[in-house]
């Protein structure tokens, strides 16, 4: 089943996986503990990777999104394939549940995010901006608001503790 009709369903994972979605749901009833069930998800599911591999063009596409940081074009990303853009876009969201443009803003935005909750960034929204590929703080304000329904001071506010907040130090 392609991914793109996966993505706003709720589906047992025989319906997707046939055979190994049985086989996977019996070898997590094996297991009571979260690492021997994530260790059971990573063996039958990189199985089936292996079996049923994704095309080596659409593969360097997903890492050209994801080493670019989010910030190549569809364009320079549908060159490198050979196919034209609209092609690519047809072929990715088929075999990835959205589009590389989409793909592209969702990796942008992980870390954006992930560099403004880092405690070791010491610099402004806007040169998170700057470093994430966005054309401007207000642009990384609008996909924050887009994305995760948020400004990014907001998320932020969201995960940081009060400093005047005595119940925020307790353990």
Not at 31 to 36: A, I, K, N, S, T
Not at 76 to 92: D, I
Not at 146 to 160: K, M, N, Q, S, V
Request: one cysteine or more.
């Amino acid at each position: 089943m392609p991914a793109a009709e996966l993505w706003d369903g709720s589906f047992e994972s025989a319906d997707v996986l046939g055979q190994v979605g049985d086989e996977l749901w019996e070898r997590l009833q094996e297991h009571l503990g979260w690492p021997e069930r994530f260790d059971a998800c990573d063996r039958v599911l990189l199985r089936l990777r292996l079996e049923k591999p994704v095309a080596r063009e659409l593969a360097a596409t997903w890492q050209g999104i994801v080493h670019g940081g989010g910030a190549l074009p569809v364009s320079r990303l549908a060159a490198h394939t050979g196919y034209s853009r609209q092609h690519l876009t047809r072929l990715f969201q088929n075999e990835f549940g959205l589009g590389p443009k989409l793909a592209s803003r969702v990796i942008r935005f992980e870390r954006a995010q992930l560099a403004l909750r880092s405690p070791r960034w010491r610099g402004s929204v806007a040169d998170v901006a700057v470093s994430c590929g966005y054309s401007d703080q207000a642009h990384l304000t609008r996909e924050f608001v887009d994305l995760a329904g948020c400004t990014p001071r907001e998320l932020i506010g969201g995960d940081l503790p009060i400093v005047q907040d005595d119940a925020a130090l307790e353990p």
